[in-house]
């Protein structure tokens, strides 16, 4: 698991006071081995021409860090957006089979839904938790499919008189089948480690930067190199959360419509 998931998996509080103490305290160490063999004298003299430089290096990173925040939240949208479908596609389905005219096919394929919707909420549940979906469950789960798909070509086979509604099922099958694929697709996904690497570097380069201001109270330097550093550990930290759709406390819910269908067999 890489260390950005594992890093969800910790309370909130905990996850940012440990990316923020690790980037204030690289941040403090760095400023104090440039301030030990940098007089301030010689850093002062180029102040006009460092912040020049500086406030393109900060608007460019800033950019870089706003446009990743921006497509992790796309992201994580578009996750909710098809749990949501898939939930309203299981819904759609049920009632579907229940307005079956076939009492003894719409049982079946009930119980075959049924069957569907706990597996696939155990399956979603080893997603979660990081631990790689056992293959029975896959065959057990695309088994129900086939399950619902036979007695369904069984009564159009005997010629049913509601084609319209034999279609209309098979269709919310495929959908149903559709939208779990992109949610099991959605926590496997990652941001490439390409992008995580501008990321680190654009911050050692913008935090660097911030050493080669010279200023006669150092301690007012640290701290304002402590909050630069600070807030750039918060933004990834938001980053790090939205990144996992199924993991963190910021997380996209399984499917409602399985534990909907699943309390209403068990409700009296």
Known sequence: MPISAQLTLLPPWLAVLI???????ASIIGFLIVHRFIPVKIRQIHNDV????????????????????????????????????????????????NAYPDQQKSRLMKEALLEYARLALEEHEQVVTRIRVAANYHADIHSSVEKLSSILEKALEQGHRDATLDSAILANLDELVKYRHLRLQAAERALPSA?????????????AFTFLFGTENVWAHITMISMLAALIAIVIYVVIEVEYPFLGYTVVAPPEGYRILLANVHSP
Request: aromatic letters at 10%; charged letters at 5%; a negative charge.
């Open 19 to 25: 990316l923020v103490s690790l980037m204030v305290a």
């Open 50 to 97: 460092a912040g020049f430089v500086f406030a393109t290096v900060g608007v460019a990173y800033g950019v870089l860090l706003g446009f990743l925040v921006l497509v992790v939240w796309v992201q994580f949208d578009k996750v909710q957006d098809n749990v949501d479908n898939e939930s309203s596609v299981t819904l759609l389905l049920a009632s579907n089979i």
């Open 195 to 207: 992008i995580w690497l501008a990321v680190v570097a654009g911050a050692m380069i913008t935090i």
